[in-house]
């Protein structure tokens, strides 16, 4: 098993930033793509940012792209999103996940093995 707490959500107002933050434990970091989600209420989950073991290669939604920036630290066993010019229509509690990486077939699909509680982000307007 591997366990994921989330930390860093808040409230902050439209064009502001946050750092969310994901530490694992109890499986081996490195060999596990990392993945970030979100849910808005009475939304269906979504797609945020992903990034393989390596740090090699990241991907992102077409809504965040060029706002929000993934990225790891295997020596800390702990995943990051920075978000910037935050708009409302990003409000929603959003979730790390974790695949082992070699079976990873679609980075963006919700079929992660391991998921953390989520953490509340809202942006006010």
């Known amino acids: 098993q591997m366990q994921l707490v989330e930390s860093g959500g808040g409230l902050v107002q439209a064009g502001g930033s946050l750092r969310l933050s994901c530490a694992a434990s109890?499986?081996?970091?490195?060999?596990?793509?990392m993945g970030w989600f979100r849910q808005a209420p009475g939304k269906e989950r979504e797609f945020v940012a992903a990034?393989?073991?390596?740090?090699?290669?990241?991907y992102y939604a077409d809504s965040v792209k060029g706002r929000f920036t993934i990225s790891r630290d295997n020596a800390k066993n702990t995943v990051y999103l920075r978000m910037s010019s935050l708009k409302p229509e990003d409000t929603a509690v959003y979730s790390c996940?974790?695949?082992?990486?070699?079976?990873?077939?679609?980075?963006?699909?919700?079929?992660?093995?391991?998921w953390g509680q989520g953490t509340q982000v809202t942006v006010s307007s």
């Open positions: 109890g499986r081996t970091f490195r060999n596990y793509a």
């Open positions: 990034i393989t073991w390596s740090y090699e290669n990241t």
């Open positions: 996940a974790a695949r082992y990486d070699a079976r990873v077939k679609d980075y963006a699909a919700p079929t992660y093995d391991y």
